[in-house]
């Protein structure tokens, strides 16, 4: 099945940029999602891209696929203290389930 | 809306005692899920409803059972429960569109199971 990556920790300045990656291994993965998790809270869709896009921006949000190596990444621009949480990868895969990497823990420094 | 309802919030579990973990959503969306959030894990699938009517095993089925009630209501099961299952639980739907995965989650339930 299918198999989503993710590093488990990130720790930048507040103003910098930040960018989270993400590895899959389907590549029938037509839809490729970006969920936040606030402290004690559900997961929140922040973004997504489809599959025969290579970029989305979206104000600070800024989404890079490559297909062809499997790679997703997130780029946080000016990041904010309250942009500190858990950031999922999820992929939509052949089996039409979402699949979720583990998450990465983003810790904004002022 | 009130989008995707989840109680109780937290629970306090002895081992071998059973609950019922109650999900619903306002959404009129088809497809409903049990996730477990585990630190370093992320989510996993615990079982799935396509649609009213169906149910499906998703990665970690064992000591859950699930009753997708109406198109509305989904609810999981502990019978006997184990330490293991101390976890944060999600429940979440989607509608079912050609391609469009996205699903939406719930506040998540907090169980310790002693």
């Known amino acids: 099945g299918e198999d989503v990556e993710q590093s488990l920790f990130l720790s930048v300045r507040e103003g910098d940029s930040s960018v989270i990656n993400c590895t899959y291994t389907?590549?029938?993965?037509?839809?490729l999602y970006w969920y936040k998790q606030e402290p004690g809270a559900g997961l929140q869709l922040l973004t997504y891209i489809f599959s025969n896009m290579d970029m989305k921006q979206d104000q600070r949000l800024t989404v890079l696929l490559n297909k062809k190596d499997k790679h997703l990444s997130l780029r946080i621009a000016d990041t904010q203290t309250g942009d500190s949480a858990i950031y999922f990868c999820a992929a939509s895969g052949s089996a039409r389930q979402l699949t979720f990497g583990s998450g990465t823990q983003l810790t904004v420094l002022p | 809306n009130a989008g995707v309802t989840q109680t109780p919030k937290f629970q306090v579990l002895k081992t071998g005692q059973s609950m019922t973990l109650q999900c619903a959503q306002d959404?009129?969306?088809?497809?409903m899920y049990w996730y477990r959030q585990d630190p370093g894990m992320g989510l996993r699938l615990i079982y799935y409803?396509?649609?009213?009517?169906?149910?499906d095993k998703g990665e970690v089925p064992n000591g859950y059972n699930v009753s997708r009630l109406n198109k509305r209501e989904f609810s999981l099961r502990l019978e006997s429960a184990a330490p293991s299952q101390t976890s944060v639980y999600f429940c979440?739907?989607?509608?079912?569109?050609?391609?469009?995965?996205?699903?939406?989650f719930g506040p998540g339930t907090r169980l310790t199971v002693t």
């Open positions: 959404m009129n969306h088809n497809s």
């Open positions: 409803s396509a649609s009213e009517g169906t149910t």
């Open positions: 389907d590549s029938s993965s037509t839809y």
């Open positions: 979440a739907s989607r509608v079912v569109s050609a391609g469009d995965y996205e699903q939406y």
